[in-house]
């Protein structure tokens, strides 16, 4: 059986929808503190996020979205919702969720996310995996 050559060993590329682009702009840049590496108007801005390209496209409206658009897997989430939070980010609570003062949720398998929404509305997430830690 031959082998497929597979995407595995190739890097992600991020699509976000915006349509706010000067506060999407700022969210990113100042807020979140990612690296603007390219602005193609009308077409998208372009961020670095630790080797990653994320393409934020212009749009007139944001389609609807379910869930999560974008997360980043951090090492320690209580010290990163801190850190977000001072920087303005308000984390979302959703009714069901047993989220913890900072809204936090822990997962059945231990897993913590926090949900954060940025200027045009779509859910980002930071999530501390400690199963996958080695």
């Known amino acids: 059986m031959s082998q497929l050559p597979g995407l595995g060993k190739y890097n992600i590329i991020?699509?976000?929808t915006i349509v706010d682009v000067p506060r999407a702009k700022d969210f990113?840049?100042?807020?979140?503190?990612?690296?603007?590496?390219?602005e193609e108007p009308p077409f998208a801005l372009v961020f670095e996020a630790n080797g990653i390209m994320l393409r934020l496209g212009m749009?007139?409206?944001r389609p609807p979205a379910?869930?999560?658009v974008l997360g980043w897997q951090v090492p320690e989430i209580t010290a990163t919702v801190k850190s977000l939070a001072q920087a303005g980010?308000?984390?979302e609570r959703y009714e069901g969720m047993d989220q913890d003062e900072?809204?936090?949720w822990t997962s059945p398998?231990?897993?913590?996310?926090?949900?954060f929404k940025d200027p045009d509305g779509n859910?980002?997430?930071?999530?501390?995996?400690?199963e996958l830690k080695r």
């Open 14 to 16: 991020g699509f976000v």
């Open 28 to 38: 990113y840049q100042n807020t979140l503190g990612l690296r603007l590496i390219l």
């Open 59 to 61: 749009a007139k409206e």
């Open 66 to 68: 379910h869930g999560t």
């Open 89 to 91: 980010v308000r984390f």
């Open 102 to 104: 900072s809204g936090i």
């Open 109 to 115: 398998t231990g897993a913590k996310v926090a949900w």
């Open 123 to 130: 859910t980002l997430s930071i999530s501390e995996h400690p």
